[in-house]
């Protein structure tokens, strides 16, 4: 009753936290100046003669920055921006504010430093990848370890987002999800829950630096963390707290959050973790599968996270192909390697012949993959998910809570 009455309170606090927020909404109107410093947490995309960035505005809004191809801005780098607001209408009916070749300067900051040194980390790891791979394949391996997709060709960029597994490759909260999943699976392998738990916890820490700082990396970090700090501690309840804190705190702290889909992916893939994926070791046979095979346990994560996201991916990635969830079955597999080999290949940047040798291990694994996409990705049977009705959503979750209810009495 008491833990009923208090999450009633923090309810409350949270409601009238977000009313007085949207009460009072900054006016922005089409063709208003603005000056804005911002610090790049990820690598502009040159897009044609263009360079393409996000910075943010009052109450945690963002406005997209297209300026000139030249001079050439990159992560960590600090800028004074001065525009004019412009709103674009988009195809799903919403609007995007944009200012168009706004006057920028570099500006220096505090964090340049520590900023500067993950730069020259990130641009070092790059480097090896695209001089030691081909295009397409360099720009996929960095995009399923680090979620780096500046590199990737347009068409296949566009494949992969037919095919329905665009999701391996975009840095955001889901892939901070599975990382953390797959990296408590391998150091278990190895060594005590409590200590690989921990290892996991420097791991999350080490992909969020090399990924490049962006705020849905820095949130589902946190509650990777938080979570895995919780089981570290032995009770799954513990992490399940853990985890309704960290999004709590963030919602408190920015209310405008919660339309974010990084937010959105990071939390509901952490949740899919917690209570989808014990599902897995439930059953005896499976449990052997997962016991034995690294593949297994990658596979009982991944599956855990996308069918805890699927309304989510559904909504935001656009267009879709009858032969994702077969696309995803045919390449799953090799994503657990790829990230080993890639993840091994950037560790050894400072000495290149190993890391190349595990970069050219990865290649034929590549190769694979991009001919799978490509292959179903012109198939026919493409459809259109223009937008998800609210009624959908709210029955999948429902009849997804039900059926790990369902289970777990099953199996007690």
């Known amino acids: 009753m008491k833990l009923f009455l208090l999450g009633g309170i923090f309810l409350i606090l949270l409601a009238l936290r977000f009313f007085f927020f949207y009460q009072n909404p900054p006016?922005?109107?089409?063709?208003?100046r603005v000056n804005i410093t911002t610090t790049l947490l990820s690598e502009p995309e040159n897009i044609g003669n263009f360079q393409r960035f996000y910075a943010s505005i009052d109450r945690g809004g963002r406005i997209l920055i297209l300026t000139s191809l030249y001079p050439q801005f990159h992560y960590g780098d600090t800028l004074a921006i001065s525009g004019n607001l412009k709103y674009r209408l988009l195809k799903n009916g919403n609007t995007m504010i944009v200012v168009y070749h706004p006057k920028i300067e570099a500006v220096k900051s505090k964090f340049n430093p520590i900023l500067a040194l993950t730069s020259s980390i990130r641009q070092k790891i790059i480097s090896l990848f695209v001089r030691v791979l081909p295009s397409t394949s360099s720009a996929l391996l960095l995009g399923i370890v680090f979620g780096i997709k500046g590199s990737m060709p347009k068409q296949f960029l566009d494949n992969l987002r037919i095919a329905g597994v665009l999701h391996i490759i975009a840095a955001s909260g889901m892939n901070v999800t599975i990382t953390g999943g797959f990296l408590s699976s391998l150091f278990g392998f190895f060594f005590k829950r409590q200590i690989a738990l921990l290892l996991s916890i420097f791991g999350i820490l080490f992909y969020a630096v090399l990924s490049g700082f962006g705020a849905s990396i820095i949130r589902a970090s946190i509650m990777g963390i938080l979570v895995f700090s919780a089981q570290?501690?032995?009770?799954?309840?513990?992490?399940?707290?853990?985890?309704?804190?960290?999004?709590?705190?963030?919602l408190f702290v920015s209310p405008n959050i919660l339309r974010d889909v990084g937010f959105q992916l990071s939390f509901v893939a952490t949740a899919g973790l917690l209570y989808i994926r014990p599902l897995f070791e439930k059953k005896d046979k499976m449990k052997k599968f997962l016991n034995i095979s690294l593949v297994g346990e990658e596979f009982a994560t991944t599956i855990s996270a996308q069918a805890a996201t699927l309304p989510i991916l559904l909504a935001n990635f656009g267009t879709y192909s009858i032969w994702s969830v077969a696309v995803n079955a045919l390449v799953l597999w090799t994503v657990p390697m790829l990230m080993i080999l890639g993840a091994i290949g950037s560790l050894f940047v400072v000495f290149e012949p190993i890391g190349k040798l595990f970069l050219y291990?990865?290649?034929?694994?590549?190769?694979?993959?991009e001919w799978i996409v490509n292959a179903f990705a012109n198939l026919w049977g493409k459809f259109q998910v223009e937008k998800i009705p609210w009624e959908f959503t709210?029955?999948?979750?429902?009849?997804?809570?039900?059926a790990?209810?369902?289970f777990r009495e099953k199996n007690q």
């Open 27 to 32: 006016h922005l109107v089409d063709g208003q």
């Open 232 to 250: 570290i501690l032995g009770r799954q309840r513990m992490a399940s707290y853990g985890l309704l804190i960290a999004g709590y705190g963030m």
């Open 361 to 369: 291990l990865s290649l034929p694994l590549l190769v694979y993959f």
């Open 394 to 402: 709210v029955g999948y979750y429902l009849i997804v809570g039900s």
């Open 404 to 406: 790990i209810l369902i």
